[in-house]
């Protein structure tokens, strides 16, 4: 049984759909539609493109997300370093970097003289360039002291004398203690030791 291929195509005026028989194609007819003179010949097929929107679109979705997340992601990492540099200078800024003076000596003028000294330390104020020598000298007798003086001596990493220091407290009660805070002018000093204490007779 012989069957006839149609065809599909379309209207050159009105572009109205047009089934004609295979054999017709390139043949002029009146367009069913508009009632024109029409050539019959396949219609062209929409243009689509080769990428489904559907695709760009998540494409572009996943883009930004991923240059947020990206972003986010340095900002993070930038807060972080800045937590980690700001501990660490904290750190630096309370850690004593050399504490002298560890135990009382009976034999030490400054023991027989009824004052006990710390350790003292070196250390630089947070968030300043300042440095102090700081520690805690007590008053051991039963009696008050008055216009006290302490001296230090102020070294560096070699053991080499580079400065001194000094601080004053005008009264310390008896069995008492004064924290002392004298400033360190000098950047190279890593130690310190008392030098002396004096008192107002």
Request: charged residues 20%.
């Amino acid at each position: 049984m012989n069957r006839t291929k149609y065809l599909k195509g379309e209207c050159q005026h009105c572009h109205g759909h047009i089934e004609f028989p295979a054999e017709s194609a390139g043949l002029t007819t009146t367009c069913p539609h508009c009632g024109k003179q029409t050539e019959l010949f396949l219609a062209a097929p929409k243009d689509e493109p080769t990428i489904p929107r559907a695709t760009i679109v998540y494409t572009i979705i996943a883009v930004v997300i991923l240059g947020a997340g990206l972003v986010g992601a340095i900002i993070a990492l930038k807060m972080a370093q800045r937590t980690i540099s700001h501990k660490n200078d904290e750190a630096i800024a309370q850690a004593p970097v050399a504490p002298t003076n560890s135990t009382p000596n009976p034999d030490d003028p400054i023991t027989q003289a009824g004052f006990r000294v710390s350790p003292v330390t070196i250390e630089k104020t947070k968030g300043s360039s300042l440095i102090y020598a700081l520690g805690t000298l007590s008053n051991a007798s039963d009696r008050q002291r008055f216009g006290v003086k302490i001296q230090f001596d102020l070294f560096d990493d070699s053991g080499q004398k580079v400065g001194a220091a000094k601080d004053y407290q005008q009264l310390i009660e008896p069995k008492s203690e004064w924290k002392f805070h004298a400033l360190v002018v000098t950047s190279k000093a890593t130690s310190a030791k008392v030098a002396s204490i004096t008192e107002e007779k």
